[in-house]
């Protein structure tokens, strides 16, 4: 049964109790009618009563009703070709977005009516038989209304009569709110007698979440190799070992988390990076028993021009096979054609973190890079234009790979808020490294126990003077600047992680040199999955492990190291970048409780 059941039969009995019984003729009934009644879940509490009257034609961050967007799959009907997965183009991706449970006109079995909104017209005996209904939604298009499992927008007498219990149906997410900020407006007219008399609602369509590290993963994702293949269709140099050295990630991440593991598309876009494939958010509003939720998983805004000119990353359509399906939809804003030089690798979900809540955010806040380099306008304005998780904006444009991701990390914390930022710290791996040079380590390597023909020994790095190292630590210190001003966060509240950076030839960029360390995975808020550092030993201990290990256990974090240097790291990601997780979300507060953001103006 519908969680709202109840609370129509509630209202529609109240009304049938109350109704005019005698009969009157029309002309005087008419007289002393009052206007239609609509009614939706204005206060939010799952039910349709007389308490939602108050304030139904306006909506605030307070009071007014919400409805999903219904963009999933709830009997599996949508289907995806083993051909399209590989196809040149952009012509499947449309296709592939444009089938979920809001393309139809029907209700798409129980689960999918419980994605609906619930509304009610309120019986009224007294219309003459020539009564007639109508019910508009404005803007067109946004929203769908059934009644009795079909779409309506036209009422019979017989219907205004008895009362009508609606459900509404949102067909879209909001997209850049300069264009539509979510909100319709709902109105039903009733004509008898000819004189018309309406009575209106106003909606929002529920924004896109973004989940935050401190939430539990539910459950992990990463890439399974194809069978003789590497990413992008071929293997590059340094996973010529590739099924050998996913099985050393895969065993490892395994002792932290459990895993599903996702293949790869038949001409081998196997594309290792689930993170950057896809950012999963939720989208919810009240029902019975608390929020009902769905998960909403916002496709990367890459367009390539490989295996054709303008295709949409390949590896997002398999978003289309694995995951979509009941309570689990994904909405893709790409753009015509493929991002200038390296401005698209800005458009990956690696470059989307999100802030948990803090005093000011109750829902937290979304972190991405930019500067002269910048993601895809449409794509980047979808993600934070949702209304209640403001952005703060760090320069990543001095980083090859570009990703938010690559330099801090939310962890939990002692503090006020429960949490701070791990932070890349290059000036701390350089210190370390002389601590044991002092200490007659100078001969250790880095990256010994890996198959790397690259291992130098701390002298060697310490004699060349460790190019980049120092300008990277500039860049992350103006980075800081940013956040602690945006969060609060004073810097002795930060860990610091020993990461050292050096300069990719030929670009004036610069990448990890060392596995960036803050680059992990959070399975809960107390179970980290780190990359190996491999650095160098002192006393036979890597010193880059404890170290930390050291500061994230103060935290109340224990880690869990995981074997991603060939898999991951010489390709410029970590353990974060090949994973990506489903996190449980219930325990947030709401979006609509409390204040928010820019969704609060009423309207």
């Known amino acids: ?24 003729p029309a002309e005087t009934a008419w007289g002393t009618t009052p206007e239609p009644r609509l009614t939706a879940d204005v206060n939010r509490d799952g039910l349709l009563t007389h308490a939602d009257d108050a304030g139904k034609t306006t909506w605030t961050d307070e009071r007014g009703a919400i409805f999903l967007p219904n963009l999933d799959d709830d009997e599996h009907r949508c289907t995806v070709d ?16 444009a089938c979920n449970d809001a393309a ?34 404005a803007p067109a298009g946004k929203a769908r209304i059934f009644a009795n499992g079909r779409p309506v927008d036209a009422l019979t007498a017989k219907d205004l009569r008895r009362g009508v219990g609606l459900q509404l149906e949102g067909r879209d997410i909001v997209r850049d709110p300069k264009k539509w900020d ?3 407006t709902v109105t039903l007219s009733v004509t008898d007698h ?4 309406t009575d209106t609602v106003r909606l929002r369509v529920a924004p896109l979440m973004l989940q935050n590290d401190l939430q539990p993963a539910q459950t992990v994702l990463a890439a399974r190799p194809n069978k003789g293949q590497g990413w992008w269709g071929g293997t590059p140099p340094y996973q010529q070992g590739a099924p050998r050295d996913w099985r050393a990630f895969a065993s490892t991440l395994r002792k932290a988390t459990k895993v599903q593991f996702v293949q790869g598309t038949p001409d081998g876009w196997k594309d290792l990076w689930l993170q950057d494939s ?7 509003m009240p029902a019975v028993g608390g929020p009902h939720t769905m998960r909403i998983l916002i496709r990367s805004g890459n367009v390539w021009d490989i295996p054709a000119p303008n295709t949409p990353r390949p590896s997002g359509r398999l978003l289309y096979r694995d995951l979509r399906g009941p309570d689990v939809g994904i909405v893709q804003e790409l753009a015509d054609k493929a991002s200038p030089g390296l401005d698209d690798l800005l458009n990956m979900g690696g470059n989307i973190e999100s802030l948990p809540p803090y005093d000011g955010y109750p829902q937290g806040r979304i972190v991405y890079g930019s500067g002269e380099r910048h993601p895809d306008a449409g794509f980047i304005t979808m993600v934070t234009g949702q209304g209640y998780q403001p952005p703060v904006v760090v320069d990543t444009s001095w980083l090859m790979v570009g990703h938010a991701d690559e330099t801090t990390h ?11 930022l791990a932070v890349a710290d290059p000036r701390l791996a350089a210190r370390l490294l002389r601590d044991v040079q002092r200490q007659g380590g100078g001969g250790q390597r880095l990256f010994a126990d890996t198959k790397s023909t690259y291992q130098p020994t701390v002298d060697e790095l310490l004699h060349g003077g460790l190019p980049g190292n120092e300008a990277a630590a500039k860049h992350i210190d103006g980075q800081l600047k940013v956040l602690l001003k945006a969060t609060g966060l004073r810097e002795d509240e930060l860990v610091r992680l ?7 030839p030929g670009t004036g960029l610069l990448k990890a040199m060392t596995p960036g360390l803050t680059n992990g995975l959070s399975v809960t808020d107390r179970k980290f999955a780190a990359p190996d550092p491999h650095g160098p030993r002192l006393h036979g201990r890597d010193v880059f492990r404890h170290v930390t290990e050291q500061a994230l256990n103060r935290n109340g974090v224990q880690v869990h190291w995981v074997e991603d240097f060939f898999w991951a790291h010489l390709g410029g990601g970590e353990v974060h970048c090949a994973t990506n997780a489903l996190r449980d979300t219930r325990a947030t507060k709401p979006w609509w409780s409390g204040s928010a953001g820019s969704g609060s103006a009423t309207g």
């Open 278 to 284: 896809f950012e999963p958010s939720t989208a919810s």
């Open 82 to 97: 083993p051909a399209d997965l590989d196809a040149p183009g952009r012509a499947v991706d449309d296709k592939l977005a």
């Open 194 to 197: 000819g004189r018309t008399r």
């Open 182 to 184: 979510g909100r319709i």
């Open 498 to 504: 020993p990461v050292l950076f050096d300069e990719v």
């Open 1 to 24: 049964m519908r969680r709202w059941t109840a609370g129509i039969a509630t209202l529609l009995t109240a009304v049938s109790s109350t109704a005019i019984t005698t009969a009157v």
């Open 104 to 137: 139809d006109d029907r209700i798409n079995g129980p689960r999918d009516a419980a994605d609906l909104a619930p509304l009610a017209i309120e019986a009224e005996r007294n219309l003459s038989d020539r009564a007639r209904g109508s019910i508009t939604i």
């Open 410 to 420: 939310v962890v939990r914390a002692g503090n006020a808020r429960g949490w701070t």
